[in-house]
């Protein structure tokens, strides 16, 4: 049995859940998300609560059970994206490196020939400060394969500390040749 699967989804006031077959759409006050859950789930929505549980021939199935706890998982957070959403902080440093935002693209200058231009999904926004980069929106989905692309085009490298990175993420420092050999 799915641990996570059997836990409620309490529906915040100003969010509406509705259940069509196996599409539930999301609506709040930062928009509205709709995705189609599979089909082994029943969703079921009542009085302020959300509850995901397992259709009665698909009880026992361990296929059943990985569903059961993705489905509530993905239910949750499309009620967590409309309500608050979702956000993720890039910093990056390097000698000349520039960001900004050019209309829905960001556009990067991070040492190479050309910049770099990452157009953004619907739904997802870039804001740019100084060096630090935010990408935010009501999909947690796409909000993180942005940042991994933005992430990817100069990703942190270990030697100068030079690069994108998460906020939070930690870069172990590694120490160059010239400080190895004197070392030794």
């Known amino acids: 049995m799915s641990r996570i699967g059997k836990k409620t989804i309490k529906i915040p006031d100003g969010v509406e859940v509705k259940v069509d077959g196996q599409t539930v759409k999301v ?3 930062k ?3 709709e995705r189609t859950l ?11 609560f959300a509850r ?3 259709k009665s021939e698909a009880v ?8 059961w706890g993705l489905g509530r998982a993905l239910l949750a957070t499309m009620i967590e994206g409309v309500s608050s959403g979702f956000e993720k902080v890039l910093e990056f440093s390097g000698v000349g490196f520039k960001a900004q935002v050019k ?5 990067l200058s991070l040492g190479y020939s050309n910049p770099v231009i990452i157009q953004a999904p619907a739904g997802v926004n870039y804001q740019v400060e100084k060096n630090v980069i935010k990408v935010f929106g009501i999909d947690k989905e796409k909000v993180g394969q942005v940042a991994a692309l933005i992430r990817d085009a100069r990703p942190p490298e270990p030697y100068k500390g030079t690069g994108i990175k998460y906020k939070d993420e930690i870069i172990i420092r590694k120490a160059g040749k010239k400080a190895v050999a004197t070392a030794g």
């Open 27 to 29: 609506k709040g006050p």
């Open 31 to 33: 928009g509205e998300l």
């Open 38 to 48: 599979p089909g082994i789930l029943d969703i079921k929505v009542e009085s302020g």
């Open 52 to 54: 995901v549980s397992l």
């Open 60 to 67: 026992g199935n361990r296929e059943g059970s990985k569903f």
């Open 103 to 107: 209309g829905d693209s960001i556009e």
